[in-house]
Nanobody
Framework: QVQLEESGGGLVQAGGSLRLSCVAP????????MGWFRQVPGKEREFVAS???????RYADSVKDRFTISRENVRKTVYLQMVNLKPEDTAVYYC?????????????WGQGTLVTVSS
């Protein structure tokens, strides 16, 4: 089963930047919402950001003004640009997708990509 394909994680120093990408192959993108979640071992997966087909975005308070989510519909790709990274942003980041108003992740999840921010 084809899921979402993530890339872009890595190790960065505090204050640095990273961009995550997620491709949704085989999806009818015109009605497809996408978003990002993150998880630290031993903690619940938490919402980071989401974007609808029109580009309307939502963010968690903890990342607002530092992270920007965007999508490129022709490429069926969503991006998460992260700047001014903090050690507390260290987590495995997961891409999630859904059709229409269904909950994010109801259609598919990515495999996760690790972001490590060193102090």
């Amino acid at each position: 089963q084809v899921q979402l394909e993530e890339s872009g994680g890595g190790l960065v120093q505090a204050g640095g930047s990273l961009r995550l990408s997620c491709v949704a192959p085989g999806r009818t993108f015109s009605n497809y919402r996408m978003g990002w979640f993150r998880q630290v071992p031993g903690k619940e997966r938490e919402f980071v950001a989401s974007v609808g087909y029109s580009g309307k975005a939502r963010y968690a308070d903890s990342v607002k003004d530092r992270f920007t989510i965007s999508r490129e519909n022709v490429r069926k790709t969503v991006y998460l640009q992260m700047v001014n990274l903090k050690p507390e942003d260290t987590a495995v980041y997961y891409c999630a997708g859904a059709y229409g108003g269904s909950p994010l992740g109801s259609d598919a999840w990515g495999q996760g990509t690790l972001v490590t921010v060193s102090s």
